[in-house]
């Protein structure tokens, strides 16, 4: 599968990466030189993994609903880049440009 | 008082030392930050140091002193300086992950494997340089600059973690902590000439790693011994409730079988050891070849039965590396978004370029590229074809090392690395690049524990041999390596 | 109306906050109203290393009420990451479940106009919430508060088998109440324990194919969301009839102007690269314990108002306002059995009841007087040996001061007399009192005997047996 630069652009959006042209290029050609040698894995007979009933043994482990939190021995102001009455502040939300975002 | 030969001495003798009180925690801290000033360690030397602070670590040496006082003896590793690979938190020093994004951040909470170490007496001196993120085999993508081998300053220490792995080599600690993802302490640890470990996955908590590639994140350790990497080892072992994916498995004694062999003439008898066809290709430097049978014959005389086997799926284990942990990191990256902490760019101006510059400017190229990477394997359209393909192939993967423990191998031998360290800027291309985990990344896809010691030198460069084991098996894998090590003796270092 | 020719198809997606204590995956409080950020840990802010733990409580809650709404609990389900930005998402990532979730294949039954209709719920599973973004607070910036980032939910898809706006709010209202009576959580739209998205499509009666559909979110009542679908409704009626394409969008109601605008959302922009969290393994639940949730459940709301309805002979109505929590049919029903009387029970409960937990705020099981007292003060009225009256006098005084219905009846003297010489008295002083009404009704005006009881009550203060006064005065007047 050939990655293109509408597939690098779309992909740099949703990591939230800026990729300016000149490397786009660059970066284009990586990921296709990269990705060729995943082909070899199209080839592989996986069925039988893939057929094999998942029924794990264990399951994740759990804890008490009363368990206390864990400590911290710095308060969230000391490492937060800007915060103000508690609250973590960053730029303003204009509800249109970035709320289209919000997923359910 | 300044310690003789301080850069050759255990942590299990340091440690004794200090419990006798023929040292003091003080001592052994000011031994560490001198050998480290001797060796150049820092930023315009060798570049293995990120972070230290002796005044910090002379408090804890003398907090640690008091508490033995009271106790009226000292822990195992009582004393012994650490260093601490900068993906693993700290309390104290900063924790950045060799990255500009998370410049200047401490974090507020502690690692289980470093508070399990200071509760035996280990006092953390130094965080050491690394690739960003834990992601490269070179420890030339730090935002700080790339660290240098100690055998041979133009060449790399190889990575992800080459800082710790390096101040090993040069005697600054006898032990450090690094982690391995595909190979991150292995490698390092057969560039550097040095013993490397890395447990089955789930056997140390991950609670405080910074998350790569959750599936396959260990943190392992990195010493001049097998002995004291299986002593510091046996300590961080064990279930953690603050890590899902810990085992309960018991942490059975790594020591006490080899300890109780130490003295047998065939300490191997009984054993069956495994020598995997695919791990011998054609084009093997053969100087590495070479060491490889010398170490063959070594376990053949220490008792061991030798055969060999096929692993056929080995080849694909690149490939499928490279699909599932930069997918996963991709995941695990997008938390450094310049909100609640680390670096936030001044240039944005709204919440999107919050992200977007922040990010841009945060991470270096080889981050940025796995990001990009996972991020289109999970995209929509492509998760089955890779990510989901990858994870069933990766299954085969596991089932080739389950077919060959389950005939009988308790472990199997292998050389660590292609190659001897190459020089800083000798690779290029990425995919070349992503080749010398080659050996490795199939014992951190499978989960089986993996380690690298010393087996002799090319060209004066050190070589690493691998001894793989089952699934919890570390005791027969430091079994193995305990007695090859006391076989090959001062020959492993020549 | 052009909308008679057309179907309204919805489809609700209800997101439920758990009542547990601490986090889904840390141990936090997950208290309402604490100072922000005051409920954080490594964990819930995401911080480089810290990895998730799931609370035990947040499961047995799950499942309650995936096997009270009727669905198969897997034994085996998966967590998976949903991957997109936003500043109150600190991981970057929400950990839910995806193509393995805790339960399927279940169903609500609710009123219609036109009978009983189930609605199929097609799933339903765990999730972490989100925090809070605070637009307005401070000019020019979004203030974040993480306290409820990681608070556990339940996210409950229906199939889009709703008809109508009111089957949606018909849904809506039988929802919450079978989880109101498990206590599995709160269920407050206006605190946000219940949140609700809508997806809504409409298509020519008849046809079998569906229309495209839209989401519809931010309701923040039930009423809201019946008025949002209707809104959403008319919209696509109307263009379908220009014969117009519906375009897959977002809608954002808004209350106050009482229409839905579209929330600018690029095509696509949504992928969540859905992939199975590897911090956390499987979900496994065994056999044993299922059962145990299983048994565990109480008596659901359909199930016991067709009982009541059954064994107590009240009203459809009284029915369904004590069926309306838990506790207060507990109440009502051990009332009820105690005395033997639930039509007096359900009036008690209904009135003085209810009036006294408004005005005080407390809550049911706080109140003094319990359903053994109240009984007996029921017992004491229907036995005559209080008036209806007094009787409320009596219950304000018991939730004063806690004390049983006969005691506080005989310390306050407002035990009916019926002692004969006593009554007697008084029905002298009134006559005495009231020369014209008493010589009227001595004289044969027999509709006055109402208004001498009457005045005998009021000179009594209340505690003359009604009954006794009117035969005596009958005897009086020489009537039988």
Redesign the interface.
């Known amino acids: ?1 050939a ?1 293109t630069h509408e ?2 652009r ?10 300016d042209d000149a490397r786009l290029d660059h ?1 284009v050609t ?2 296709n ?3 060729a ?2 082909d ?3 080839e ?1 007979d ?1 069925r039988e ?2 057929q094999a009933e ?23 102001e ?5 915060s ?21 | 008082m300044s310690i003789t030969n301080f850069g050759s001495l255990s942590a299990v003798a340091l440690s004794a030392r200090v419990g006798s009180g023929d040292l003091v925690p003080a001592d052994t801290v000011a031994a560490s930050f001198d050998t480290a000033d001797a060796v150049s360690a820092g930023r315009d030397g060798l570049n293995l140091i990120l972070w230290s602070n002796r005044e910090l670590a002379l408090r804890d040496a003398s907090s640690l002193a008091e508490g033995m006082a009271k106790a009226g003896k000292g822990g195992l590793l009582a004393g012994v300086p650490l260093a601490v690979k900068d993906n693993i938190a700290t309390l104290g020093l900063p924790t950045t992950c060799a990255s500009k994004i998370l410049a200047g951040y401490v974090s507020p909470y502690e690692a289980t494997a470093i508070i399990r170490l200071r509760e035996e007496g280990a006092i953390v001196v130094a965080k050491t340089n690394m690739d960003e993120f834990a992601m490269g085999s070179s420890t030339e993508n730090s935002a700080y600059g790339p660290a240098h081998n100690p055998h041979d300053v133009r060449r790399v220490t190889g990575g992800s973690s080459g800082g710790s792995a390096a101040a090993v080599a040069a005697g600054i600690v006898p032990i450090a902590l690094g982690s391995e993802t595909g190979g991150s302490v292995r490698q390092p640890a057969a560039f550097c000439g040095i013993v490397g470990v890395k447990p089955t996955y789930g056997r140390v908590s991950r609670h405080g790693l910074v998350a790569f590639a959750s599936s396959l994140d260990q943190i392992g350790t990195m010493a001049r011994n097998v002995d004291d990497a299986a002593l510091t080892m046996e300590i961080m072992s064990g279930l953690d409730p603050f890590d899902s994916t810990s085992s309960s498995a018991p942490v059975g004694g790594y020591r006490d079988q080899y300890m109780s062999l130490a003295t047998n003439p065939a300490p191997l008898e009984g054993m069956k050891i495994g020598v995997p066809a695919e791990y011998f290709p054609e084009n093997l430097d053969p100087g590495i070849r070479q060491l490889c049978l010398r170490s063959v014959d070594a376990l053949k005389s220490l008792g061991a039965k030798v055969i060999d086997v096929k692993m056929p799926q080995t080849p694909l284990a690149i490939p499928v590396y490279y699909i599932v942990a930069p997918a996963e990191a991709s995941s695990n990256l997008a938390r450094f978004d310049g909100v609640r902490y680390g670096f936030r760019s001044e240039e944005a101006s709204t919440l999107s370029e919050l992200y977007s510059i922040t990010r841009s400017e945060g991470f270096g190229p080889e981050v940025t590229r796995r990001i990009l990477l996972g991020t289109y394997v999970l995209s929509a359209g492509y998760y089955d074809a890779y990510y989901k393909k990858a994870q069933a192939v990766r299954a085969l993967i596991t089932r080739d090392f389950g077919a060959v423990f389950g005939d009988g191998v308790d472990a199997l031998f292998t050389p660590t690395t292609p190659t001897t360290a190459f020089p800083i800027g000798g690779i290029t291309d990425p995919y070349e690049m992503y080749l010398s985990d080659i050996f490795t990344v199939t014992a951190n896809l499978a989960g089986v524990p993996a380690m690298s010691l010393p087996i002799g030198r090319v060209g004066g460069l050190p070589v690493g041999g691998q001894i793989i084991a089952p699934h919890f098996g570390e005791a027969a894998m430091f079994r193995v390596a305990y007695a090859l090590e006391s076989a090959l003796g001062q020959e492993a270092h020549q | 109306m052009s909308d008679e020719r057309y179907e309204m198809v919805v489809g609700l997606e209800v997101h439920v906050q758990l009542k547990t204590k601490s986090k889904a995956f840390c141990g936090c409080s997950a208290d309402f109203g604490a100072p922000p950020n005051a409920n954080t840990c490594p964990v819930c802010l995401a911080l480089p290393g810290a990895l998730p733990v799931l609370n035990e409580k947040a499961v047995e809650l799950a499942s309650r009420a995936a096997v009270a709404l009727g669905c198969t609990l897997h034994p085996v389900s998966v967590f998976a990451r949903k991957n997109y930005f936003y500043p109150d998402l600190p991981k970057g990532y929400q950990i839910s479940q995806f193509d393995q979730p805790l339960a399927t294949n279940g169903k609500l039954e609710i009123e219609t106009a036109d009978g009983k209709k189930q609605i199929g719920i097609t799933r339903v599973h765990m999730e972490e919430d989100a925090g809070k973004s605070l637009h307005d607070r401070y000019p020019g910036e979004t203030a974040i508060d993480l306290n409820r980032s990681g608070v556990p939910l339940i996210e409950i898809v229906s199939e889009p088998d709703m008809r109508s706006s009111a089957e949606a709010g018909a849904y809506l209202r039988s929802l919450r109440q079978i989880l109101l009576y498990l206590r599995v959580s709160d269920v407050s739209m206006e605190e946000g324990s219940l949140r609700v998205d809508a997806n809504i499509s409409a298509r020519l009666k008849g046809q079998k194919e569906l229309g495209t559909k839209t989401e519809v979110k931010n309701m923040n009542s039930f009423s809201g969301v019946e008025r949002a679908l209707d809104f959403e409704f008319a919209r696509q009626c109307a263009l379908l009839d220009r014969g117009e394409k519906i375009s897959q969008q977002t809608l954002l109601w808004d209350a106050a102007k009482g229409e839905a605008r579209v929330s600018r959302t690029k095509e696509g922009s949504h992928d969540y690269r859905y992939f199975p969290e590897p911090d956390l393994l499987p979900l496994v639940l065994d056999k044993n314990w299922i059962n145990e949730i299983k048994a565990s459940i109480p008596e659901l709301p359909a199930d016991r108002k067709k009982r009541f309805a059954e064994e107590y002979r009240i009203s459809s109505e009284e029915i369904e306002q004590l069926t309306s929590a838990t506790d207060l049919s507990d109440y009502f029903e051990s009332a009820a059995r105690e005395s033997g009387d639930p039509k007096a029970a359900a009036n008690w409960v209904m009135g003085e009841v209810q009036a006294a937990l408004n005005i005080s705020g407390v809550s049911l099981d706080q109140l003094r007087v319990r359903p053994a007292d109240l009984a007996q003060l029921i017992k004491l009225i229907r036995d005559g040996l209080v008036s209806h009256a007094a009787g409320k006098k009596i219950f304000a005084r018991m939730l004063e001061t806690g004390k049983p219905a006969a005691q506080v009846a005989h310390d306050e003297s407002l035990l009916k007399v019926g002692d004969d010489s006593a009554l007697t008295g008084w029905i002298d002083e009134v006559i005495r009192e009231h020369p014209d009404e008493a010589g009227r009704y001595l004289a044969g005006e027999k509709k006055l005997q109402g208004v001498l009881v009457g005045f005998v009550m009021k000179k009594s203060g209340g505690k003359a047996d009604p009954k006794r006064v009117n035969q005596l005065l009958m005897s009086r007047a020489g009537g039988g």
């Not at chain 1, 779309?10 to 990729?19: C, G, P, Q, Y």
């Not at chain 1, 998942?54 to 308060?75: C, E, I, N, Q």
């Not at chain 1, 000391?78 to 800007?82: G, K, L, T």
């Not at chain 1, 103000?84 to 359910?104: C, M, Q």
């Open positions: 599968m990655v597939d690098v779309h992909v740099a959006t949703l990591a939230r990466l800026e990729v970066l990586e990921l030189g990269i990705l040698h995943m070899a894995l199209a592989v996986t993994v893939e998942f029924a794990p043994k264990v399951g994740t482990p759990v804890r008490s609903d009363a368990s206390g939190p864990l400590k911290m021995y710095a308060p969230l000391s490492f937060a880049p800007a103000r009455d508690g609250f973590v502040l960053v730029h303003r939300l204009s509800t249109h440009e970035d709320s289209e975002n919000r997923a359910p």
